[in-house]
């Protein structure tokens, strides 16, 4: 798990260290420790370059942030565990409060690197999908065991998956044409 390394060709279009707004303004692409791997899930060392949001078991990477046309860009790390954990309270209050307060509405969430979900309550999800009003969010290209354990805690009440969001070459495209594309495919969800 510790050659998984966050995505970085989008740093020439933003980073999260250097934006005042973001949650994790001045923290370092290396942390302090000049690239020493300190952060395990269940005993496994992970890349240095993950952010650590307050539990042991999911990491992510604020990947980009535009305010102008609110939206968010997180890739995330490791296993999303609600069941022991509770991560979606740490990426809800540690992250997507951060970000809501700045006016961002769209989510996309990258999951190709989350290897495990263990649902629970569906609050935290619910108040997340309250907060967007007029904008959503989208989880693209996680695993199709994830995803179906997800339906099982009914996260798909509030959350875009599944379908034409599971297999986005998200790496080829920009952060614009990456939102443009998502947007259009989750307005085709709602037209439909």
């Not at 535009?66 to 992250?95: C, P, S």
């Not at 994830?146 to 920009?174: A, C, F, H, P």
Request: overall charge negative.
């Amino acid at each position: 798990m510790h050659e998984i390394e966050p995505y970085y060709n989008w740093l020439k279009y933003y980073d999260p260290s250097t934006d005042d707004r973001s949650p994790f303004f001045e923290t370092d692409l290396e942390d302090d420790s000049d690239g020493a791997y300190f952060h395990t899930i269940y005993g496994y060392y992970i890349h240095p370059d993950w952010d650590y949001i307050g539990t042991e078991t999911l990491y992510l990477k604020l990947q980009y942030v535009d305010y102008k046309r609110q939206f968010a860009i997180i890739e995330m790390m490791g296993e999303w565990n609600d069941t022991l954990h509770n991560d979606i309270m740490y990426l809800k209050r540690h992250v997507v409060d951060v970000l809501n307060q700045e006016g961002i509405n769209h989510y996309i969430l990258i999951g190709e690197n989350i290897l495990n979900f263990h649902g629970g309550d569906d609050d935290y999800y619910s108040e997340w999908f309250d907060d967007v009003e007029s904008g959503w969010i989208a989880f693209i290209n996680f695993r199709d065991f994830v995803q179906n354990e997800m339906t099982k805690y009914r996260v798909d009440n509030y959350i875009n998956y599944g379908g034409t969001l599971d297999s986005i070459n998200w790496r080829t495209l920009d952060p614009i044409q990456l939102f443009t594309l998502i947007e259009s495919l989750i307005t085709r969800r709602l037209n439909a």
